[in-house]
């Protein structure tokens, strides 16, 4: 069974660093798409980043230059690099992984990630 448990996230002040970790079980990343999603309070869950089989990369424009997707194929856990973060950054963060051939999605729990002073 496929398991995705997300970590890392935290209080942090304007202009830091995080980086939020997905551990995944139950299969092998990289065979799968993975992304990271975020919620915000009061808004839509949009996607941040996402990182193909082949190693491709695609970031939403609000995040391109501060947000870096990576994978561990060793340890079969995705990372979320975020750097100059915003009070915007505030959300809960979300790992997602999609089975290429059956298109069959999953998610984990979610992360908080609050950007405050």
């Known amino acids: 069974q496929v398991q995705l448990v997300e970590s890392g996230g935290g209080l942090v002040q304007p202009g830091g660093s995080l980086r939020l970790s997905c551990a995944a079980s139950g299969m092998i990343i990289r065979t799968y798409v993975m992304a990271w999603y975020r919620q915000g309070p009061g808004k839509q869950r949009e996607l941040v980043a996402l990182?193909?089989?082949?190693?491709?990369?695609n970031y939403a424009d609000s995040m391109k230059g501060r947000f870096t997707i990576s994978r561990d194929n060793a340890k079969n856990t995705v990372y979320l690099f975020m750097n100059t973060l915003k009070p915007e950054d505030t959300a809960v963060y979300y790992c997602?992984?999609?089975?290429?051939?059956?298109?069959?999605?999953?998610w984990g729990q979610g992360t908080q990630v609050t950007v405050s002073s």
């Open positions: 997602n992984a999609v089975a290429p051939t059956t298109g069959r999605g999953y």
């Open positions: 990182i193909t089989s082949g190693g491709n990369t």
